[in-house]
């Protein structure tokens, strides 16, 4: 062959031009080898086999050169490589995958053979001849250098590039350490030989080939062989084919070159020039050869998919959730930098309690009842009473960052700290814990008072002191109910079902305010939505203090459970990618009312679901027993419905998350409302939703008690005014107890929309925002 034949054709896409070859004298081979050594990584190579104590330049190959050496971590050997985490729904259907890098751990039988000497044959034919240094290469690449006139040939073996490789993924995220990891000093090279001598004395070749082909990147997200695997041909590695072994491996020396998606010409020709390796090593055949270089690229590629935004069916933002769950729960580490640790290391399979039926369903009722497009937006959780389970977590707005099609990645179903905004204000749909509060401190499930239509708000102990109504006698420092003819006396089971305000405020003043503190903080509500401490005013029982749809979810399913709070739960299990468990935070549940109080709640929430209650029209499909609360703010800006069967809780928020919407003559989802409240916005939601989520599910009734229907007084019976109690007399049956309609519509009163009255900051404002 003539030296002009040998002389490459240009690459298109090149700007080298072929230069007529210079006749090298041995005092010019030796000028390039000096030079060769001084910029390259050889030069640390050689010199740090001169400095480094009982390391000669013939000895390094040896595993005797170690001696003397400094240990290295044991986690070099094989480091925690940060890998892909799979998140599942309770049925084992994939919500999505996570990762810093697209990465699977294989083990050596796992890896398609073919792909292992493709791999050596490419990058270090004499792999297992040598120690962690190549001399012979060494002097090879002295030799081609020369007689390049340019570093156009490498000597690093194989060792030494899995050391480089685990620097760089030691590094991180930051690109200040990544950068770090790839300059090419002398005292890194002699760092990084160092460890190559001392990796080749305790780790196997076989073992030293598996991690480099676990840690090596090949382009478009994909580390390691599995997911490149995965990413080029939707193959596992153990199932690579001849070519298909060899174009991977001859992607690692240049993954942006030789991309097989955008140089397919100059991928094929990489290609071929592995599978030419192979032959010239005696691993295949000519005719293997062959057939090989016949055939197409073949890729079957699939883009990579990371993040919670590729889930699908409306999970992103309870795959955003669980996020939060591992960097934020003490099970999952001590300290928040071993929880990020963690998650960000990843190789985990997190299977989680998302229903996907009962997902689809509550998805399927929050985009169909409100649309994307609408003013306001609707959101709604599911939880399994007795469990805390999250069985759904569904809204309006999609999970994504393009705001020009109504994305977000705020979750409108939990707290703050958990990926959520600030929350929402649930209106009456706070009452039953007032009620909860008054039934525990031991007043009759017959509990009566006078509940005027309108009232001061009275003067109320708090955990610390008293709560002073500094505006009494003034309208803005008053209670109305949500109608004129609303006015008392009332017992629990009809105020309930009417959501007559003035009762609860009384009811309030009797026990306490602390007393209804407590009782939410046993019910989960710990604080606000915002991670702010609940204010001890009076307005706290009628529902201005800003929550969110889980949190109400998991109160209503306690009151299901007979008592039995559970603190949320998104996890059922963890596992790693070798299938080993990872512990779980467990599951958290304390009897925080008797059963015989959640007995009445049940039996008092039954009758708002019935004839007269303000939820009447909200039977579901299968007509099971249900129970809930409506609920409705100042001016219609949020309205809320949670309600429950036996075994199923659910909570529907319907509000704009933003700049708050007063919905009044405004269209959601294709239909006019003159004016929203809670059983005529959310409440339609969560019935869809519950009647095709509970259609799988047995029926299961609550376990009640008989609460006698409230009475009138009669003519001259009187009512005592001015004290929060009120004497029961016997006669005519009271207002509702025949199951009238309330007023002209079913709202529930909610908050009093008053402006707020002048109070030193020892008094708070009851009716604050």
């Known amino acids: 062959m003539s030296p002009k034949s040998r002389i490459p054709a240009p690459d298109p896409g090149d700007t080298w031009v072929p230069r ?58 094989t480091p925690p490589l940060t890998q892909a985490t799979q998140i599942f729904d309770a049925k084992g259907g994939l919500i999505a995958k996570v990762y810093e890098r697209d990465r699977t751990v294989l083990t050596a039988e796992q890896m398609s053979p073919l792909i292992r000497k493709a791999q050596v044959d490419i990058e270090d034919a004499r792999f297992y001849e040598h120690g962690a240094v190549d001399l012979k290469g060494v002097l090879r690449a002295i030799t081609k250098n020369a007689e390049s006139g340019a570093a156009v040939q490498g000597a690093s073996t194989l060792t030494q590039q899995y050391v480089k490789n685990v620097n760089v993924e030691m590094a991180g995220d930051d690109p200040v350490a990544v950068r770090e990891a790839q300059r090419k000093t002398l005292g ?57 072994a060899a174009m991977l491996a001859g992607l690692v020396q240049n993954p942006t070159q030789y991309d097989p998606k955008l140089h397919p010409v100059a991928a094929q020709k990489r290609r071929d020039t592995v599978i030419d390796k192979m032959v010239e090593n005696k691993h295949i055949t000519a005719q293997q050869a062959a057939e090989a270089k016949a055939a197409p690229l073949g890729l079957n590629y699939k883009d990579p998919h990371n993040g919670c935004i590729t889930a699908q069916a409306g999970m992103g933002f309870f795959c955003d959730y669980v996020r939060h769950v591992v960097k934020q729960d003490p099970a999952y580490g001590k300290s928040a930098a071993e929880r990020k640790k963690l998650w960000d290391t990843g ?21 169909t009842k409100v649309y994307v497009t609408d003013p306001v937006s609707a959101a709604m959780t599911m939880v399994e009473p007795g469990s805390g389970k999250i069985l759904a977590m569904a809204q309006t707005r ?102 007559v305000n003035t009762y609860f405020v009384q009811m309030e003043q009797e026990i306490g305010l602390c007393a209804v503190k407590q009782m939410a903080n046993k019910l989960g509500v710990t604080g606000k939505a915002s991670g702010d401490p609940l204010q001890e005013v009076p307005a706290l029982g009628l529902g201005t203090q800003e929550v969110s749809p889980l949190t109400m979810a998991n109160v209503y399913a306690t009151f299901a459970a007979r008592g039995s709070y559970c603190a949320p739960v998104a996890i059922n299990r963890i596992t790693t990618v070798a299938g080993k468990d990872v512990p779980v935070a467990p599951a958290r549940c304390d009897q ?178």
Not at 21 to 32: F, S
Not at 449 to 477: F, H, I, Q
């Open 398 to 499: 999609p999970y994504g960052l393009a705001k020009e099609k109504n994305q977000t990645v705020v979750n409108l179903n939990v707290d703050a700290a958990m990926g959520g905004g600030i929350g929402f204000q649930p209106g009456s749909n706070f009452k039953p814990i007032v009620a909860a509060a008054a039934l525990e401190a031991g007043l009759s499930p017959t509990q009566q008072y006078d509940s005027p239509n309108r009232m001061d708000w009275p003067t109320m102990k708090t955990c610390d002191g008293t709560w002073k109504n500094l505006n009494k006698g003034r309208k803005e420092g008053t209670i109305p109910n949500e109608s004129p003819s609303e006015k008392g006396p009332y017992q629990l089971k009809q105020a309930m079902a009417l959501s």
């Open 188 to 244: 890194r090279k002699i760092q990084e030989l160092r460890y190559a001598i001392k990796l080749e004395e305790d780790l196997s070749k076989e073992q030293i080939l598996t991690n480099y082909l676990n840690i090596t990147f090949y382009g478009h997200q994909a580390y390691g062989i599995q997911a490149a695997s995965q990413r080029y041909f939707s193959k596992d590695a153990k199932d690579l084919t001849l070519p298909e």
């Open 592 to 769: 925080v009312m008797s059963p015989d109080t959640a007995d009445v709640i049940n039996s008092v929430l039954l009758g708002v679901t019935e004839k007269g209650g303000t939820a009447r029209d909200l039977r579901l499909d299968d007509d099971r027993q249900i129970a809930g609360k409506t609920g409705t703010t100042d001016e219609k800006k949020s309205a809320w419905f949670t309600g429950y069967t036996g075994n199923l809780a659910g909570s529907v928020w319907l509000g704009s998350p933003g700049v708050k919407v007063p919905m009044r003559n405004i269209r959601i989802g294709g239909q006019y409302q003159p004016e929203v409240f809670g059983a005529t916005g959310p409440g339609p939601i969560w019935q869809q939703a519950m009647s095709d989520a509970v259609r799988s599910m047995p029926e299961q009734d609550f376990t009640t008690v008989h609460i006698p229907d409230p009475v009138r007084p009669t003519p001259g019976c009187g009512t005592p005014t001015g004290s929060p109690s009120s004497a029961t007399c016997t006669g005519a049956p009271g207002p509702g107890s025949t199951g009238r309609p309330r007023g002209n519509s079913p709202s529930d009163g909610g908050t009093t929309g008053r402006s707020a009255p002048t109070t030193p900051p020892d008094s708070p404002d009851p009716s604050d925002q």
């Open 20 to 77: 007529p070859r210079r006749r090298e004298t041995p005092l010019g081979i030796l000028r390039h080898a000096a030079t060769f050594l001084g910029s390259s990584v050889l030069g640390g190579v050689l010199l740090a086999g001169l400095i480094l104590p009982g390391a000669g330049a013939m000895g390094l190959g040896a595993k005797s050169g170690a001696e003397g050496f400094e240990s290295i971590p044991d986690d070099f050997k």
């Open 347 to 367: 190789g985990l399979n997190i299977y989680t309690t998302l229903d996907p039926e009962k997902q689809a369903a509550a998805q399927h009722a929050v985009s």
